[in-house]
């Protein structure tokens, strides 16, 4: 059975995007089998990971409003061998509002992913930088979350307010979610201010914070606009070297825990 995994900080520009492409890409490309959802209306994920969203018949939006809908159908193969995609499309924005008179309409997408869940190692989700329908449909149908947090000033503001949400769907719509750990992301080594930042978020988040760090790269901001993950865009580059270690981190932790729980 795979796990699934949301993005999540409602802050927008903090790495969701980022992270969800190039951390699903080197995870297939260490032979995991990865399903990536778009569940952000944006489409970012869908765009970067170089699907053409003109030419989408089925998206996400048919996974959640259909109603005895196939799942199969709206997964698309990316370029990545193992990748594979169920994009998102502009008529997300408005499935927010028409999920509000569907029966269960919190639990559309874990029903969803029940029923692909057999076929892949991991499922990661990307959320759109709100809290409404479609995070807590995100939040609802995952095993944990994932928490990238950008090395700016600003950076714990806001971290409540998502700890708050994650307890709230714990007790009322999943309580079996876990924290996955939190990534630092677009770190700038030259600063104190991100060093600084990077000691307060491992204060506030302990042993949840990964070690690897995302350096700001200037190749990770380009790669979406090829439709290329980081490591086919420029395998060489920081941002590529970075995520492909993060991956093998993550892999460690699973590993870890998995001997942990027997
Ligand atoms: P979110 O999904 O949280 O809104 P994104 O992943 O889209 O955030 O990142 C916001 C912007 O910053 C995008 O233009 C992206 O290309 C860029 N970006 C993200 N991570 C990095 C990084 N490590 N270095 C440089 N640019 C980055
Ligand atoms: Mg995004």
Same mark, same amino acid.
């Given at each position: 059975?795979?796990?699934?995994?949301?993005?999540?900080?409602?802050?927008?520009?903090?790495?969701?995007?980022?992270?969800?492409?190039?951390?699903?890409?080197?995870?297939?490309?260490?032979?995991?089998?990865?399903?990536?959802?778009?569940?952000?209306?944006?489409?970012?994920?869908?765009?970067?990971?170089?699907?053409?969203?003109? !030419?989408?018949?089925?998206?996400?939006?048919?996974?959640?409003?259909?109603?005895?809908?196939?799942?199969?159908?709206?997964?698309?193969?990316?370029?990545?061998?193992?990748?594979?995609?169920?994009?998102? #499309?502009?008529?997300?924005?408005?499935?927010?509002?028409?999920?509000?008179?569907?029966?269960?309409?919190?639990?559309?997408?874990? !029903?969803?992913?029940?029923?692909?869940?057999?076929?892949?190692?991991?499922? @990661?989700?990307?959320?759109?930088?709100?809290?409404?329908?479609?995070?807590?449909? #995100?939040?609802?149908?995952?095993?944990?979350?994932?928490?990238?947090?950008?090395?700016?000033?600003?950076?714990?503001?806001?971290?409540?307010?998502?700890?708050?949400?994650?307890?709230?769907?714990?007790?009322?719509?999943?309580?079996?979610?876990?924290?996955?750990?939190?990534?630092?992301?677009? @770190?700038?080594?030259?600063?104190?201010?991100?060093?600084?930042?990077?000691?307060?978020?491992?204060?506030?988040?302990?042993?949840?914070? @990964? #070690?690897?760090?995302?350096?700001?790269?200037?190749?990770?901001?380009?790669?979406?606009?090829?439709?290329?993950?980081?490591?086919?865009?420029?395998?060489?580059?920081?941002?590529? !070297?970075?995520?492909? !270690? @993060?991956?093998?981190?993550?892999?460690?932790?699973?590993?870890?825990?998995?001997?942990?729980?027997?």
């Amino acid at each position: 059975m795979g796990k699934a995994i949301a993005i999540f900080n409602q802050k927008g520009g903090v790495g969701k995007t980022t992270t969800n492409i190039n951390l699903s890409a080197c995870l297939a490309v260490q032979g995991k089998k990865v399903l990536v959802i778009d569940i952000d209306p944006q489409g970012n994920t869908t765009s970067g990971i170089g699907i053409k969203k003109r !030419k989408l018949t089925d998206t996400l939006y048919d996974v959640l409003v259909n109603k005895d809908y196939d799942v199969h159908k709206a997964i698309l193969q990316t370029k990545t061998a193992n990748l594979d995609i169920i994009p998102a #499309s502009v008529d997300l924005a408005g499935a927010e509002i028409e999920l509000v008179n569907i029966e269960g309409r919190e639990r559309r997408l874990k !029903k969803a992913i029940e029923q692909v869940r057999g076929e892949y190692d991991y499922i @990661f989700i990307d959320c759109p930088p709100s809290l409404g329908l479609l995070t807590i449909n #995100s939040l609802t149908a995952v095993d944990s979350v994932l928490i990238p947090i950008q090395c700016e000033f600003y950076a714990l503001e806001g971290v409540s307010q998502l700890m708050s949400t994650v307890e709230l769907v714990k007790k009322n719509m999943n309580p079996d979610l876990q924290i996955e750990g939190v990534i630092l992301s677009m @770190f700038d080594g030259r600063t104190n201010l991100a060093i600084q930042v990077v000691q307060e978020v491992k204060k506030y988040f302990g042993k949840y914070v @990964f #070690s690897t760090v995302i350096p700001r790269n200037v190749r990770l901001a380009e790669a979406p606009s090829y439709g290329m993950p980081i490591v086919k865009y420029d395998p060489s580059s920081a941002g590529a !070297k970075a995520y492909n !270690k @993060f991956a093998l981190e993550f892999l460690d932790r699973e590993k870890r825990r998995k001997k942990k729980n027997g």
